[in-house]
């Protein structure tokens, strides 16, 4: 397609590509923004997502397939949006259960799931390059599983009981506008993977007992929490994360702060839960956010690990003793799961259990959740 004959939405994308090169924005949010503000409908949104997706899925291969045709050709490189335009219509090309499953990991990435899982490496891959359903986290003080279903059923979306974690919704199209929901419905339900909702419901608190969400981000788990009848602190230490939770339906019962997790303003053994929801690489969600591995550098799993290391020294001094904290990464490398927690012995702590979701066994993103103790 010549720049003349580019439909609007193939603008879009490129726009789209540009303003996440620039920014580090995931891509998925970058989508939503633009196609927002440009007010495009249904059917282009999807044209929209599925391509630029299907290039974040493939773009190692189709980068060195462009690399290689440009070094054939020699004479003068491209513009970069001339480049990003052969590399949308690359994607345009696919067949479409490789637009689906994408075409392979940066070497650092493959050898690093060879390391850590052997022969269920190459399961691994191709689970992590599938695209994932959407999953619904239900409120249970406003509504159940069978009333959702119903409704879902009703409006023509269609979905199904989770098998895995209990209450949760799976979602079987991509597509799903929820905005069909009545109203009451759309406030009691909101999207989070089961593997995260596996995590929050690790935490086995009691009415009249204190949990702090350590690192709450966008509040789905300081929601999930609520449920216990707990008393919640959500701490996180981006402001405008927590501003935002305050907004939303569901999360005004907790007690909301923005703070450094390295340097938490409760004094010792405050807490009787603490969920830790490391920072990490994400690399157990790349069935969301294919372009991950386009902004993650090798080097940054052992910065990441030894942070997480200083989060749970942290986290520690605020536990009560024999309190319980539940450490959880969306990664899947062992070096931010299982190596990080086999220090808490020298914290004060002891691992009562561990386990690694994936999305080759599971069917959910790949996470890890362990049960620590302090003595």
């Given at each position: 397609?010549?720049?003349?004959?580019?439909?609007?939405?193939?603008?879009?994308?490129?726009?789209?590509?540009?303003?996440?090169?620039?920014?580090?924005?995931?891509?998925?949010?970058?989508?939503?923004?633009?196609?927002?503000?440009?007010?495009?409908?249904?059917?282009?949104?999807?044209?929209?997502?599925?391509?630029?997706?299907?290039?974040?899925?493939?773009?190692?291969?189709?980068?060195?397939?462009?690399?290689?045709?440009?070094?054939?050709?020699?004479?003068?490189?491209?513009?970069?949006?001339?480049?990003?335009?052969?590399?949308?219509?690359?994607?345009?090309?696919?067949?479409?259960?490789?637009?689906?499953?994408?075409?392979?990991?940066?070497?650092?990435?493959?050898?690093?799931?060879?390391?850590?899982?052997g022969n269920q490496a190459d399961a691994l891959a191709q689970a992590l390059n599938q695209r994932a359903f959407p999953i619904l986290a239900i409120d249970r003080r406003l509504?159940?599983?069978?009333?959702?279903?119903?409704?879902?059923?009703?409006?023509?979306?269609?979905?199904?009981?989770?098998?895995?974690?209990?209450?949760?919704?799976?979602?079987?199209?991509?597509?799903?506008?929820?905005?069909?929901?009545?109203?009451?419905?759309?406030?009691?339900?909101?999207?989070?993977?089961?593997?995260?909702?596996?995590?929050?419901?690790?935490?086995?608190?009691?009415?009249?007992?204190?949990?702090?969400?350590?690192?709450?981000?966008?509040?789905?788990?300081?929601?999930?929490?609520?449920?216990?009848?707990?008393?919640?602190?959500?701490?996180?230490?981006?402001?405008?994360?927590?501003?935002?939770?305050?907004?939303?339906?569901?999360?005004?019962?907790?007690?909301?702060?923005?703070?450094?997790?390295?340097?938490?303003?409760?004094?010792?053994?405050?807490?009787?839960?603490?969920?830790?929801?490391?920072?990490?690489?994400?690399?157990?969600?790349?069935?969301?956010?294919?372009?991950?591995?386009?902004?993650?550098?090798?080097?940054?799993?052992?910065?990441?690990?030894?942070?997480?290391?200083?989060?749970?020294?942290?986290?520690e001094k605020l536990l009560k003793p024999s309190g319980t904290l539940v450490y959880a990464t969306c990664s899947v490398l062992r070096a931010e799961n299982q190596d990080v927690?086999?220090?808490?012995?020298?914290?004060?702590?002891?691992?009562?259990?561990?386990?690694?979701?994936?999305?080759?066994?599971?069917?959910?993103?790949?996470?890890?959740?362990?049960?620590?103790?302090?003595?």
């Amino acid at each position: 397609m010549s720049n003349e004959s580019l439909p609007g939405w193939f603008h879009a994308a490129l726009d789209i590509l540009a303003r996440q090169r620039a920014t580090g924005e995931p891509l998925a949010s970058v989508v939503n923004a633009i196609c927002r503000t440009r007010r495009f409908g249904p059917r282009e949104r999807k044209q929209i997502g599925d391509t630029v997706f299907a290039y974040a899925r493939n773009q190692h291969t189709i980068d060195t397939q462009i690399a290689e045709q440009q070094s054939t050709r020699g004479g003068i490189a491209p513009s970069r949006r001339d480049q990003d335009q052969h590399a949308l219509q690359l994607a345009l090309e696919l067949p479409p259960l490789q637009k689906e499953g994408g075409g392979g990991f940066p070497p650092w990435f493959t050898d690093a799931l060879h390391r850590d899982y052997g022969n269920q490496a190459d399961a691994l891959a191709q689970a992590l390059n599938q695209r994932a359903f959407p999953i619904l986290a239900i409120d249970r003080r406003l509504t159940t599983q069978a009333e959702v279903l119903a409704t879902l059923t009703n409006v023509g979306i269609d979905a199904e009981p989770s098998p895995l974690a209990p209450n949760a919704i799976r979602l079987k199209s991509h597509h799903v506008a929820l905005s069909k929901l009545p109203k009451p419905l759309q406030d009691a339900v909101w999207l989070m993977d089961e593997a995260s909702q596996i995590a929050a419901a690790t935490v086995q608190a009691k009415p009249g007992e204190r949990v702090l969400d350590y690192c709450a981000g966008g509040g789905g788990k300081t929601r999930y929490l609520l449920q216990t009848g707990a008393q919640i602190d959500a701490m996180d230490i981006d402001a405008k994360r927590i501003a935002q939770s305050l907004k939303r339906d569901g999360l005004k019962e907790a007690r909301h702060i923005v703070a450094d997790g390295l340097h938490p303003p409760f004094p010792s053994g405050t807490f009787d839960w603490i969920l830790l929801d490391a920072p990490c690489s994400g690399t157990g969600t790349l069935r969301r956010a294919p372009d991950l591995l386009s902004r993650l550098k090798p080097e940054d799993i052992p910065q990441y690990a030894e942070r997480q290391k200083e989060l749970l020294a942290a986290a520690e001094k605020l536990l009560k003793p024999s309190g319980t904290l539940v450490y959880a990464t969306c990664s899947v490398l062992r070096a931010e799961n299982q190596d990080v927690v086999a220090d808490v012995g020298k914290m004060g702590m002891r691992v009562v259990s561990q386990m690694q979701l994936l999305p080759s066994i599971e069917g959910c993103d790949g996470f890890f959740v362990a049960v620590i103790r302090k003595i």
